[in-house]
T-cell receptor, first 115, second 113 residues
Framework: SAVISQKPSRDICQRGTSLTIQCQVD?????MFWYRQQPGQSLTLIAT?????????ESGFVIDKFPISRPNLTFSTLTVSNMSPEDSSIYLC????????????FGQGTRLTVV | AQSVTQPDIHITVSEGASLELRCNYS??????LFWYVQSPGQGLQLLLK??????LVQGIKGFEAEFKRSQSSFNLRKPSVHWSDAAEYFC???????????FGTGTRLKVLA
């Protein structure tokens, strides 16, 4: 199994500012995933981050708004840029256990409130 | 397009009663199916998964789920609910070859003492 630590666990930010969320995994993983969970809604995949290459973004998400770094096999960051109240969500980091669809592990999430 | 539907947004049961949470999926091939639970302020924890083989799968915390291809369903069941089961439950489909998960909208379970 993989243990994922996310920081910060929660934050309240002013509109127009940016927040960087960190995700640390206790083992090396090829793919890391970032999800958004808007209030009362399900999880939506933002992007897939592979080490050594550009992140792949899902429809509706762009790199300028959600830049992602993946400097090594155990760490990734997601930045929420130029925030507005609509960005208030829980952001979750996830990794696949390997071999395709054996299991996805999730961090505890970062609860972001934009005021 | 792939999709997951959880028809029940909220379910309330009494402690000790049985539970069934519904999940229907739309997917062109044999799906990989998952149930996750999210307690307040927590990430998601895997309850159980189905890839192939026996259509009745056992998971943690006394949960089980049955894959029914003819009904495109993967319903979650528990014979006797405990107060600690109060949480939000998500059904998910894994999309072959892309490592992506599509989640349902979730069912929030409330347990009455």
């Amino acid at each position: 199994s993989a243990v994922i630590s996310q920081k910060p666990s929660r934050d309240i930010c002013q509109r127009g500012t940016s927040l960087t969320i960190q995700c640390q995994v206790d083992s090396q993983v090829t793919m890391m995933f970032w999800y958004r969970q808007q209030p009362g809604q399900s999880l939506t995949l933002i992007a897939t981050a592979n080490q050594g290459s550009e992140a792949t973004y899902e429809s509706g998400f762009v790199i300028d708004k959600f830049p992602i770094s993946r400097p090594n096999l155990t760490f990734s960051t997601l930045t929420v840029s130029n925030m507005s109240p609509e960005d208030s969500s829980i952001y979750l980091c996830s990794v696949d256990s390997g071999g395709g669809h054996t299991e996805a592990f999730f961090g505890q999430g970062t609860r972001l409130t934009v005021v | 397009a792939q999709s997951v539907t959880q028809p029940d947004i909220h379910i309330t049961v009494s402690e000790g009663a049985s539970l069934e949470l519904r999940c229907n999926y739309s997917y062109g091939a044999t799906p990989y199916l998952f149930w996750y639970v999210q307690s307040p302020g927590q990430g998601l924890q895997l309850l159980l998964k189905y890839f192939s083989g026996d259509t009745l799968v056992q998971g943690i915390k006394g949960f089980e789920a049955e894959f029914k291809r003819s009904q495109s369903s993967f319903n979650l069941r528990k014979p006797s609910v405990h107060w600690s089961d109060a949480a939000e439950y998500f059904c998910a489909v894994g999309t072959s070859g892309t490592y992506k998960y599509i989640f349902g909208t979730g069912t929030r379970l409330k347990v009455l003492a």
